[in-house]
């Protein structure tokens, strides 16, 4: 996997506030998970265990687990992207980064290879269901028989509570799934990622939502600050992606909705939800 073979044909922008989305992101899925980094039940002591993370972006997740395992386990962090991983001083000695695009066939040295792989809110970079189990079904020969595979992924297109009192979270929905439509990209992944799991041939598929609170509905002012920053993130994010081009919010518009967003986040909360899936591969596979 050279670094120069591969394209970055990621979407979104890659500037410090997205960095800062992100890290914000990894911080509040490891809180909603209750400070885990896996769900799947893999046993994370083994001497010689290998873990694989699909669209690592910073390698956030991969760092944090190469730090608790064993110095002898490999973790390998995989993107489209080598010039934003950290560098090689900073990365633990049982971490690899190295480059490698989902819509590209994994080599033949990593099928069947790693204990658990890992991926998360990547799908949403398919332009097709097809593509995004296609994807899936390639993840999932990286996993060896008995092994573990966990995919996280959302849905832009459920606000979990709407009504008056959310009238801005609706119009943040309604503007995201117009941006991710307009690059030809998947604004809901998260509710087929079980069943794309089954159809690549998991077994022991579990499946559940996750729940991100926002504002008052969280358990601490922190958290809630911390969920809503996000928010603004995307949405700037999103303002770059497609602010004033024809059929989106203008930039004023953009700003009036930032304005609008935190006053009702802050007044009346919400949640944001993901999906996550887990399985397994037979050990006779």
């Known amino acids: 996997m050279m670094e120069t073979a591969t394209q970055d044909t990621y979407k979104a922008p890659r500037d410090e506030g997205e960095y800062a989305r992100l890290h914000t992101q990894h911080e509040l899925v490891k809180a909603a998970m209750g400070g885990k980094l896996l769900l799947a039940p893999v046993d994370l002591s083994g001497a010689d265990l ?4 699909s669209g690592t972006a910073q390698a956030l ?11 002898t386990a490999a973790v390998v962090g995989t993107d489209i992207a080598p010039q934003h991983f950290p560098p090689e001083e900073a990365r633990p000695a049982n971490l690899t ?32 269901q ?13 996993v060896r028989p ?3 595979i966990e995919l996280h992924e959302g849905n832009m297109v459920v606000v979990r509570n709407e009504g008056s009192q959310h009238a ?17 990209q998947l604004p809901d992944p998260g509710p087929r990622v079980g069943q794309w799991l089954r159809d690549a041939g998991a077994v022991d598929v579990v499946e559940s939502v996750q729940v991100i609170k926002l504002g008052p ?16 993130h995307m949405l700037d994010g999103m303002k770059n992606m497609v602010g004033g081009r024809p059929g989106h919010p203008s930039m004023h518009d953009f700003d009036k909705l930032k304005v609008d967003l935190v006053k009702e986040v802050e007044e009346v909360g919400n949640f944001w939800q993901y999906h996550l899936a887990y399985g397994r591969k037979p050990e006779r596979y």
Do not use: N, Y
């Open 50 to 53: 290998r873990v694989l993370d």
């Open 61 to 71: 997740w991969p760092l944090d687990l190469a730090r608790q395992l064993r110095p």
């Open 97 to 128: 980064l190295a480059v490698h695009s989902i819509f590209e066939p994994w080599p033949a040295s990593m099928r069947g290879a790693f204990d658990a792989v890992h991926q998360r809110f990547v799908l949403a970079a398919c332009t097709s």
């Open 130 to 142: 097809a593509q995004a189990a296609a994807a899936v079904a390639e993840l999932f020969a990286c």
């Open 146 to 148: 008995g092994g573990w």
């Open 168 to 184: 801005a979270m609706a119009r943040f929905r309604d503007v995201a799934v117009a941006a991710w439509a307009s690059i030809g």
């Open 217 to 232: 509905e969280a358990e601490s002012k922190q958290d809630g600050d911390r969920a809503l920053a996000m928010l603004l």
